[in-house]
Every structure is written in C-alpha cells, then in structure tokens.
C-alpha cells in the first residue's frame, strides 16, 4: 500500500471518531506497534461486531434475569410453596455463590482461550440450569431441584458480567468501546428488570379469602394453591424455551474475534493471566476504582433483589408495585449507562470520567438518603417519590458500571481487560453475598438494607477523590494513529 493512501486512512479514522458508517466495512491502515521494520497492519470494522454484541446482551441479561427469577415473587413463593425470607436469600445468593467459586476460571478461560468458548460455557450452564428447573418433580421436593438449577445458572455469571469490555476491546475502535462496553454492561440491569416484568406477569399474587390467610400455606385453598403452581412452572418453561434458542444461537455463528483486528490495542500483547492478576494485587491504582464499583453495586443488587420485602416491610407495598419500582428503575439503569458511554466516547475520555462518577456518586447517595428516609416514614410517604427517589437511584448507580470497567482498565492496561473486570466482578459478588448470607438470619430483616445502599455508594466518594487517571491503552492508540 502507498504511503498516500496510509495517510488519507489515517485522516478517516480521525474524521469518523463520532459518525463511522456500519456498512461497509472500514478498512485502516497504520503502523504496527510490534514491528521494528514498521510493516503496515491493517485495522478493519466488521458489521459481524453488532451480532456478536446483540447475541451477548441477550445471554447476560437472560442470566441475571434467570438471578431474579424469585425476587419480583417472593410473596406468592412464600405463600404458595412454603418458603420464608431466608429461602428467598438463599436462592438468590447462589448466584454470587457460583461467581466467586468460578469468577478466576473464566477470567483465566476468556485470557487464554478466547471469548467464544468463555460464552460457550456460559450459554451452556444456562441451558442446563433452566432444563433442570422443569423437571417433573413432586412439590415436597421442588426447592431443591429450583436451588440445583440455580446453581447451575449461577456457574455462568462471570463470563457475563465480566466479558463486555474484553468483547469490546476485541470488537470495536477506540471511539466506540466505552459505547459498546456500556451496552453489554447494561445488560445487568435489563436482566432484572425484565425479571421484574416477566415474573409478575406470569406468577400472580396470592390474594386472601375467606378461608386462608395470608402467611399461611396450610391454609391455602388446593385449587388455588395449584393454580399458582402451575403459573410458576410455566415461568419455568419459557425461561427454558428462550435459553434454549439463545444457546443454539451461540453454536451456530459467535466468533472468538475478527479476522483483523479493531485496533493497535486489540492486538498489542497483554500479559500473562497470573502475574497479570499479581499486578492488580498489588496496585492501589487497582483497588482504588475496584472498591467504588464493588461496593456500591454489591450492596445495590443485593439490595434490589429484595426490594418486595423490603417495601412491604417498610410500608406494605404491594408486590405488584414494587416489581414496577424495579422494573423502571433498571430500565433507567439501561438508558443512563448507555447516554453516558456515548457521551464519553463523544467528547473524548481524557480526564472526563473520574469527574463524572463523583457526580453520579454525589447524586447516588442524595437518592440513597431520600428513599430511605420515605421508607422510615420520617417525612410524608407517598408511592410518587418512591417510584422517583428509586428510578433516579438506579439510572445514576447503573450508569458508573462501564465507566467504572473502562478507567480501571485504563490505568492497568497491559493487563488483559478480561483479568481486571473478572477481578473487580468478583469483589462485587464477594459484598453481594456477604450481604445476603446476613439476610438468613432469621430475626435479622431487610429494614436496614436501605442505609446499606447508602453506605455503599458513599464509600465511593473518597476513594475516587484519592484515584489519578491514566489512559495507557488510549495512548497505544492515540500514538499510532498519528504514526
């Protein structure tokens, strides 16, 4: 290739940091950063990247939605099947539980063998895990085949919780990856508030007659008894039937990455998985950032697969409104992770997104105090500031997810993006289910799982006033592309 058409390349990648067309697809050419005779490397889009990232949203929104299966109806699971607050926990926590037995091996499987069998794996667990929930077994028995089955669908959180920005760095430009990171990402909170959607929809409350109360199962009319049964097999079912579909999805067409790759970075060398993971160990740099994100969202998906008990603990709401309470509020969780990746990769990184996040931060824990004052009943209750205290909270605390992903891998970069987000999801799940392993005890209640949230987030604001920013992995980019 000729000098000139390096350089009108050159001039491309720069003119389309914010508008590159998806069709067809963008060829660059620029100097490699790992050859001393300067060879010309090319950097090419495929359209294939959107397909990939579409097919990965929909298996980790589908795993963190089968997570939540149980939450949005607690209530009916309750009444129906005889559980109690500590079986809820229990059954919710699984998921935390498998992701920090497993969390190490897929950051080590996605480092060494590549995204497609990490997903594979994942894909697979949530196939089986929701197959075994569907077995015919008599009702005495089905909470532990439900807690087998969760487990299973537990196995295959850390590939996607951890894998978006390693798919992003694989994928997409450097103007693109906090954009595509924050969709994958957001894919965490589409989960459950589809859950909280669904669930409800297809498993109705349990309301009181004349002759059952409403914490009684004994009680319980058998024709009433079984027709909820039957509503929460038939969940089962369609979970099954949708994983099943996404599953061959992934065996039919999910490369392990591009033919050429996006970028100087996406092929520049990475080290190692374990001295890799020693230098985050070893990095306050590391812990700084790690903290913020694990903390606060720890305590935030612990706190919101409780939130039926917890509203109705605090001012009997109702199931039904507290599932739309979650629902909204990881819809917004969606929009603001999405808004702020873009708005990032529009103006451009440098120095942005630590400011960013302690005003996300500041504002998270405004929210934090509101909803739990208004559950306290300290100032006047009323469902319109739940639902906006709640809402707000969850668009501000999900949007830092992807930023945070993005600065840490930054500042550690060489260090594989696939060690670092396994490393910091792990932490995360670690405080999830710390807090939930409390929530079994039986006298313990959930009353106080509102001012957990608001510590969470708080912690975060002195630990990022104390972090420096450092884009390493932009400047590989940026120094080629004026080469």
């Known amino acids: 290739m000729e000098s000139g058409t390096c350089g009108e390349t050159t001039h491309l990648l720069d003119d389309t940091l914010t508008d590159l067309p998806a069709s067809p697809d963008l060829l660059v050419s620029l100097n ?8 010309i490397v090319e950097y090419r889009l495929y359209t294939s990247r959107w397909y990939v990232l579409f097919v990965f949203v929909l298996l980790a929104a589908s795993q963190l939605c089968l997570w939540n299966t149980f939450g949005p109806i607690a209530d009916t699971a309750k009444i129906v099947l005889g559980w109690t607050d500590s079986d809820i926990a229990l059954i919710t926590s699984w998921g935390c539980t498998t992701f920090v037995l497993s969390a190490f091996f897929y950051s080590w499987l996605m480092d060494v063998k590549g995204l497609k069998v990490a997903v594979t794996l994942g894909a697979a667990c949530l196939f089986v895990g929701t197959g075994i929930r569907c077995l015919p077994i008599p009702l005495a028995y089905i909470k532990w085949v439900m807690h087998l089955g969760q487990i299973v669908i537990g196995f295959a959180g850390p590939v996607m919780m951890a894998a978006p920005a390693l798919l992003s760095a694989t994928w997409f430009p450097p103007h693109q990856r906090i954009t595509s990171t924050a969709i994958a990402a957001s894919a ?11 669930c409800p929809a297809f498993v109705g409350e349990v309301h009181p007659s004349n002759n059952s109360t409403l914490y009684d199962v004994d009680d319980i009319d058998p024709v009433v008894k079984q027709h909820h049964v039957d509503e929460i097999n038939t969940l089962m079912y369609v979970e099954f039937g949708v994983m099943a579909l996404l599953f061959l999805c992934v065996l039919i067409y999910f490369p392990a990455k591009p033919q050429t790759p996006p970028s100087p970075s996406a092929h520049d060398d990475r080290h190692d998985f374990k001295p890799g993971l020693l ?10 950032p790690a903290l913020c994100y694990s903390i606060s969202n720890g305590v935030f998906y612990a ?5 039926v008990l917890i509203f109705k603990d605090a ?8 599932g739309w309470i979650g629902f909204y509020a990881n819809i917004a969780g969606v929009i603001g992770a999405i808004t702020f990746g873009r708005l990032i990769d529009h103006i451009g990184p440098h120095g942005k997104i630590k400011s960013i996040l302690i005003i996300l931060v500041i504002c998270c824990i405004g929210l934090a105090l509101w909803f739990g004052i208004l559950c306290l009943g300290a100032i006047n209750f009323n469902i319109a500031s739940l639902y906006i205290s709640c809402i707000a909270f969850g668009f501000c605390i999900n949007a830092m997810v992807p930023l945070y992903f993005e600065m840490t891998i930054e500042g550690m970069y060489p260090v594989a993006e696939g060690i670092i987000t396994g490393f910091m999801t792990w932490i995360m799940n670690l405080v999830c289910l710390t807090v939930l392993l409390i929530l079994m005890f039986p006298s313990i209640g959930v009353s106080w799982m509102n001012w957990a949230a608001l510590g969470g987030v708080s912690v975060g604001l002195p630990l990022l006033l104390c972090y420096k ?7 590989l980019d940026a120094y080629n592309r004026l080469e």
């Open 469 to 475: 920013e450092e884009y390493n992995r932009l400047s």
């Open 315 to 322: 001012q009997s709401v109702g199931q039904g409104t507290s």
């Open 188 to 198: 965490s909170y589409l989960g459950p508030a589809v859950a909280y959607l669904i």
């Open 303 to 307: 706190w919101q697969s409780q939130l």
């Open 32 to 39: 490699s950063p790992k050859s001393n005779s300067n060879p």
């Open 279 to 288: 230098i985050l160990v070893k990095n306050i740099h590391f812990w700084l």
